[in-house]
């Protein structure tokens, strides 16, 4: 079982940043892929950015150039720095996990204000 914790979700101007952080632990041996996936009221849960554990990376056109997602092996982590936020990226943020089985953490909201 591999259990995920988001932080770093808050609420934040347009134009802003911040930064999601999701923790890793349990059997994380045989994780490959993590990412980031978001959901906003109303709306179907959508891809917002992967990256592999060699460090190729996806993103959703919408957030190309201003989102950077990287990972760190060692540590077991996975962090979403998000700049230039704009009130369509308001939504609740989940880190993803692919090994064995696929998995979620609890969600992160990030809310941007105009």
């Known amino acids: 079982q591999v259990q995920l914790v988001e932080s770093g979700g808050g609420l934040v101007q347009v134009g802003g940043s911040l930064t999601l952080s999701c923790a890793a632990s349990?059997?994380?041996?045989?994780?490959?892929?993590m990412g980031w996936y978001r959901q906003a009221p109303g709306k179907q849960r959508e891809l917002v950015a992967t990256i592999t554990r060699d460090g190729t990376t996806n993103y959703v056109d919408s957030v190309k150039g201003r989102f950077t997602i990287s990972r760190d092996n060692a540590k077991n982590m996975v962090s979403l720095q998000m700049n230039s936020l704009i009130p369509e990226d308001t939504a609740v943020y989940y880190c993803?996990?692919?090994?064995?089985?696929?998995?979620w953490g609890q969600g992160t909201q990030v809310t941007v204000s105009s």
């Open positions: 349990g059997n994380i041996l045989r994780l490959n892929g």
């Open positions: 993803n996990a692919v090994g064995p089985y696929v998995y």
